[in-house]
């Protein structure tokens, strides 16, 4: 079967097994390696992306359920060259260290700050349940994402 | 060796669904959330090859709020169950249930049905909420529709007519509070170790009238509390004395050993559950001036 679907914007036909999760079409398939295997089970959030406007991980989507969606990838959520708000705040708080969680932070953030442009701190722990970090501690991710300013939201 | 390549079929109601389930040539899985099915490999389960997807059902979706009865889609994610709850008195528990499960992007997925029909999953939130607010569930199969109630349905889920299909849980509406208190080996994210749900019915003297108990993850299938119940019904809505008397029933449960803990220790934090559910009703009652 032939699965169509929007991928950054880019319309794109699938003809793999469409139990193959939307991870390992992103990243064998399509060479979208941003969002990253790690889990596989929906509890590392390495693999976030965003589908029809939700911050999911990717590992639990079959490619068969996906006909008619429209994926952003963390390679999409920016146009080249710039950033996110979420993605400068990252830099700028120097998040980053060997960067497996990143992509899948900034996808569940992003989304995250859409719903609640002005959260607590608490608030921002809560949401981060989904995306493990074993470098950083998460409190300078946290750091960040609270000085994103209400007025530039998200995205 | 070459696999075959998997099949995913589509159908937009409820009646051509169980048609195809129940053809046991044809070999159909359910397929909606998948966030089960899809790890089968992690528990060493071979993966079906061919899937009927209900996602295009708009029979299993949406939750209905009537004046005498709630009804929730069996394709209610966990995260729409929390939000489309919010703020109804009766409901937190089930609020609780759907808005801590798992971690953020799993809610957005997983669905009740699924949450209901997965016969391997012990740690169950949903269930063991929707178990203490007496829910039945609506059903449909070969035999035609009809309703069982979801504490039936959990003691003969792995022998459920071919082809069944679990459309919604129905909920009767009261005046009651309610609250659900899971123990997580880390503060969010992981599988409850031990879940206690819990549903109050206040008697004009604000004791408990009616009071159910549900108990998720200690055994592999979530049970209500009886005797732990029969115990509190017109007693004061007093955590520490909860607690004390959950102390006394812990016999009832045998709880099952499993890599993220041991039976032993699933079942002797169940007192302490009790004793979060209660603070929590006591704050909502504060809060509501019940």
């Known amino acids: 079967m032939t699965i169509r679907l929007t991928i950054n914007g880019e319309p794109r036909a699938y003809d793999g097994d469409p139990r193959d999760s939307l991870l390992d079409a992103l990243r064998g398939t399509y060479r979208l390696t941003g969002a990253k295997d790690v889990c596989r089970e929906g509890f590392c959030g390495a693999c976030t992306v965003n589908i029809d406007g939700e911050a999911v991980p990717s590992c639990l989507r079959p490619m068969g359920l996906l006909e008619g969606a429209s994926i952003t990838t963390i390679e999409g959520i920016s146009a080249p060259e710039s950033f996110t708000p979420v993605q400068a705040a990252f830099v700028e708080h120097d998040v980053v260290q060997c960067g497996m969680c990143f992509p899948g932070m900034v996808m569940s953030m992003s989304e995250f700050l859409k719903r609640n442009p002005t959260p607590s701190r608490a608030e921002v722990k809560t949401a981060m349940a989904g995306n493990m970090c074993r470098c950083t501690g998460y409190e300078q991710i946290i750091d960040a994402v609270m000085s994103i300013q209400p007025v530039e939201g998200a995205n | ?290």
């Open chain 2, 1 to 290: 060796m070459t696999s075959q390549s998997g099949e995913f079929c589509f159908v937009d109601n409820i009646d051509d669904a169980v048609v195809m389930l129940a053809d046991k040539s044809r070999g159909l899985v359910p397929i909606a959330g998948a966030t089960w099915l899809i790890r089968a490999p992690l528990r060493k389960e071979e993966v079906s090859q061919k899937y009927l997807s209900l996602t295009g059902i708009e029979a299993l979706k949406g939750i209905t709020l009537g004046k005498d009865t709630v009804a929730i889609g069996a394709l209610t994610t966990h995260q729409d169950l929390a939000d489309t709850l919010e703020g109804e008195q009766q409901f937190q528990g089930l609020v609780s249930a759907g808005g801590k499960s798992a971690n953020p992007g799993v809610r957005r997925l997983a669905t009740v049905g699924g949450n209901i029909c997965a016969t391997d999953f012990a740690a169950a939130d949903i269930v063991t909420a929707l178990l203490a607010q007496d829910a039945d569930l609506d059903i449909i199969s070969r035999e035609g529709r009809g309703s069982v109630s979801l504490a039936d349905y959990l003691k003969t889920r792995a022998a459920r007519p071919d082809g069944e299909l679990v459309i919604k849980a129905v909920l009767p509406r009261t005046q009651s509070v309610s609250a659900h208190a899971r123990l997580t080996m880390r503060a969010a994210g992981d599988y409850p170790i031990a879940i206690v749900s819990l549903y109050a019915a206040l008697d004009p003297k604000g004791k408990l009238g009616e009071v159910r108990i549900a108990v998720g993850s200690v055994e592999a299938t979530a049970k209500r509390w009886t005797t732990l119940e029969q115990a509190l019904t017109g007693q004061e809505p007093a955590p520490d004395q909860a607690e004390t008397i959950a102390k006394e029933h812990l016999g009832e449960f045998t709880g099952r050993d499993a890599v993220d803990a041991n039976g032993k220790y699933r079942v002797q934090v169940l007192p302490h559950l009790v004793r979060l559910a209660f603070v929590d009703l006591r704050e909502q009652c504060e809060r509501s001036s019940i």
